[in-house]
């Protein structure tokens, strides 16, 4: 079984299609869906998708909005439950395309323990310009260079973990709740010495909803990078 775990907030927009698009991949692929007392339906949506699918469609029910990080340790925690021989993280909106998830498996197979869906390798990209590609450009090279780690796009949410490396990096010890999540995952990944790889993937702009990437997310990943330098 391979888990696709996908934080859910006021997506009622694409979480049906989005499930229906990570099933037809394989059916070794399951979905668990950890929404975040969404006000727009998605919760019921999710409902819905589990009773037809009851046995690939897993749905976490949180109350209030509590946080990105906090949401995927709940799905993490669950596939894990189920026994989900990978683990994978990708956004809500269709930014990341289900159709690249054999390629993560793929990844995994040569031998790589954590595999991110890169958008700043040869054959990734995105489809901003300006500031906000700049500013995402040097958060990671700057995360990159205090920390260490060997990766490219340390702030990807597109990525695959094997089953093990999620039940030793420790997850209840991680501090970051919002975006700044992934990277203090990767880190710890890291540090325990799994091995990293990548794939590349296109990062397309929501079509549908809103953002959730503000300015207080954004200090919170500088923070986080000075946190876990200091740390060692």
Known sequence: MFAVVIPTYNEASNIRLLAKEVLSVGKEFSVIIVDDDSG????????????????RVFVIHRKKKRGLGGAYIAGFKKALELNAKLVFSMDADFSHDPKVLPEFAEKISQGF???????????????????????????????KTLLGI???????????????????????????????????VLYLCYKKGF??????????NRTEGQSKLGRKEILNFFLTVIRLKLKG
Do not use: H, M, Q
Not at 153 to 166: I, N, S
Not at 195 to 204: L, M, S, T
């Open 40 to 55: 727009d339906g998605t919760g019921k949506i999710a409902e819905e998708l589990r009773r037809k699918s009851p046995k």
């Open 113 to 143: 323990d954590v595999v991110l869906g890169s958008r700043y390798i040869k054959g990734g990209g995105v489809s901003w310009t300006g500031t906000r590609l700049a500013l995402s450009k040097g958060a990671n090279t700057l995360a």
């Open 150 to 184: 060997p990766a490219n796009d340390l702030t990807t949410g597109f990525r695959c973990y094997k089953r093990e490396v999620l039940g030793k990096i420790g997850l209840d010890s991680v501090r970051s709740n919002g975006y700044s999540f992934l990277e203090e």
């Open 195 to 204: 091995r990293i790889g990548e794939i590349p993937i296109f990062f397309k």
